[in-house]
């Protein structure tokens, strides 16, 4: 079966960096799409990054300059490098992919607002950045 699987969450004051990995199963990792979403209470479940499968990456708006998205496909990873963190970016954060031959694009347009909804997710890390 399927099996997304994140590490790396954790409490650091605004500032500091966190390191997320995503450990994939079950499914040909190299030629999927696969993206970070965040989700904090009260709030949507918002796309942060994506990477595809050739490399090429997205990130929201607010988080460019400070996230950095990378891929080991030998080893099945997506990894989430987050410096500069600010007390905003506190949210539990997914690893996900869609179901095939979708993308992200497709798979954020569906779940509506709601993390986990459709396709294939982690079971997610917490990560809280304190003032």
């Known amino acids: 079966e399927v099996q997304l699987v994140e590490s790396g969450g954790g409490s650091v004051q605004a500032g500091g960096s966190l390191r997320l990995s995503c450990t994939a199963s079950g499914f040909t990792f190299d030629d999927s799409e696969m993206g970070w979403y965040r989700q904090a209470p009260g709030s949507e479940c918002e796309l942060v990054s994506s990477?595809?499968?050739?490399?090429?990456?997205h990130y929201v708006d607010f988080v460019k300059g400070r996230f950095t998205i990378s891929r080991d496909n030998a080893k099945n990873q997506v990894f989430l490098q987050m410096n500069s963190l600010k007390p905003e970016d506190t949210a539990v954060y997914y690893c996900a992919t869609a179901f095939p031959p979708y993308g992200l694009a497709a798979l954020t347009k569906v779940i509506r607002g709601v993390c986990r909804r459709f396709g294939y997710w982690g079971q997610g890390t917490q990560v809280t950045v304190s003032s």
């Open positions: 990477a595809s499968s050739n490399g090429t990456t």
